[in-house]
C-alpha cells in the first residue's frame, strides 16, 4: 500500500470498500472494517476520506467504473458503419452482461443509492457520477440510432432486464439476444442510422 501514489491509494481503498459493502451490506460495515482491510490506521483512512459517506460515493464510482470497463473492452471491436455487425455486438454485450454481471453487485449499487437519498451533497455526487456514466454508454447508441430518445429508451429496456435478473426472473438469454438485436437493427434503420 505504501507504494502507491495518492489517487491509487484512493481507488484501492474505494475497490475494498466496494468488497466489504458486498460482504457485509451498506450499513454494516465501518470505516474500522475499510482501513483494517486496506491495513491502515483508522487515522490514515480519513487522510483519503473524509467519512463513510465518502467511501460510499468511492465505492459507487469504482463499481461504475467496472461496468463502463466491461463495456468499452467489448465496444472496440464495433465497426462504425454496418448496422448488423454494431447490432450483432451489442446484443452480444448485453446478453454477456445479463449472464456475467453479478446480481449481488447490482443489490449493492441499490443499496447504495437507496441509502443516499437522505444526503443531498452525496445525491448530488452520486447523480453526477451516474449521469457522466450513461452518458458514455449512450453515446455510442446515439451513433447508431441518430437519435438520444432511442437511445436512452434501449437502455432503459436493458436496465429493466438487469433488475429483473437480479431479483430472480429467469428468461432465456438466447432469445433475448436475437430479439435485442432485432430492437437495434429496425430503430438504427428508422433514421437511417450507422
Same mark, same amino acid.
Given at each position: 500500500?505504501?507504494?502507491?501514489?495518492?489517487?491509487?491509494?484512493?481507488?484501492?481503498?474505494?475497490?475494498?470498500?466496494?468488497?466489504?459493502?458486498?460482504?457485509?451490506?451498506?450499513?454494516?460495515?465501518?470505516?474500522?472494517?475499510?482501513?483494517?482491510?486496506?491495513?491502515?490506521?483508522?487515522?490514515?483512512?480519513?487522510?483519503?476520506?473524509?467519512?463513510?459517506?465518502?467511501?460510499?460515493?468511492?465505492?459507487?464510482?469504482?463499481?461504475?467504473?467496472?461496468?463502463?470497463?466491461?463495456?468499452?473492452?467489448?465496444? $472496440?471491436?464495433?465497426?462504425?458503419?454496418?448496422?448488423?455487425?454494431?447490432?450483432?455486438?451489442?446484443?452480444?454485450?448485453?446478453?454477456?452482461?445479463?449472464?456475467?454481471?453479478?446480481?449481488?453487485?447490482?443489490?449493492?449499487?441499490?443499496?447504495?443509492?437507496?441509502? $443516499?437519498?437522505?444526503?443531498?451533497?452525496?445525491?448530488?455526487?452520486?447523480?453526477?457520477?451516474?449521469?457522466?456514466?450513461? %452518458?458514455?454508454?449512450?453515446?455510442?447508441?446515439?451513433?447508431?440510432?441518430? $437519435?438520444?430518445?432511442?437511445?436512452?429508451?434501449?437502455?432503459?429496456?436493458?436496465? %429493466?432486464?438487469?433488475?429483473?435478473?437480479?431479483?430472480?426472473?429467469?428468461?432465456?438469454?438466447?432469445?433475448?439476444?436475437?430479439?435485442?438485436?432485432?430492437?437495434?437493427?429496425?430503430?438504427?434503420?428508422?433514421? %437511417? %442510422?450507422?
Amino acid at each position: 500500500m505504501k507504494t502507491l501514489d495518492k489517487n491509487k491509494k484512493k481507488k484501492y481503498i474505494a475497490e475494498k470498500t466496494l468488497e466489504l459493502i458486498n460482504e457485509k451490506g451498506l450499513s454494516n460495515f465501518t470505516m474500522e472494517d475499510v482501513a483494517f482491510s486496506c491495513d491502515l490506521s483508522k487515522g490514515s483512512l480519513y487522510n483519503y476520506y473524509k467519512n463513510k459517506n465518502a467511501l460510499i460515493v468511492a465505492a459507487f464510482s469504482a463499481l461504475l467504473e467496472k461496468i463502463q470497463m466491461f463495456f468499452e473492452e467489448k465496444e $472496440s471491436e464495433t465497426p462504425n458503419n454496418c448496422v448488423e455487425k454494431s447490432a450483432e455486438i451489442y446484443s452480444d454485450l448485453y446478453s454477456e452482461v445479463l449472464s456475467n454481471f453479478p446480481a449481488n453487485e447490482l443489490m449493492r449499487l441499490f443499496e447504495i443509492l437507496i441509502n $443516499s437519498t437522505h444526503d443531498n451533497n452525496m445525491m448530488k455526487i452520486l447523480t453526477q457520477t451516474f449521469k457522466d456514466y450513461y %452518458g458514455k454508454i449512450l453515446s455510442n447508441f446515439e451513433r447508431i440510432f441518430k $437519435s438520444k430518445t432511442k437511445a436512452l429508451m434501449l437502455q432503459a429496456m436493458f436496465d %429493466g432486464l438487469v433488475i429483473y435478473r437480479a431479483v430472480g426472473v429467469e428468461f432465456p438469454d438466447d432469445e433475448i439476444r436475437e430479439t435485442f438485436k432485432k430492437i437495434i437493427i429496425c430503430l438504427a434503420k428508422e433514421n %437511417g %442510422g450507422v
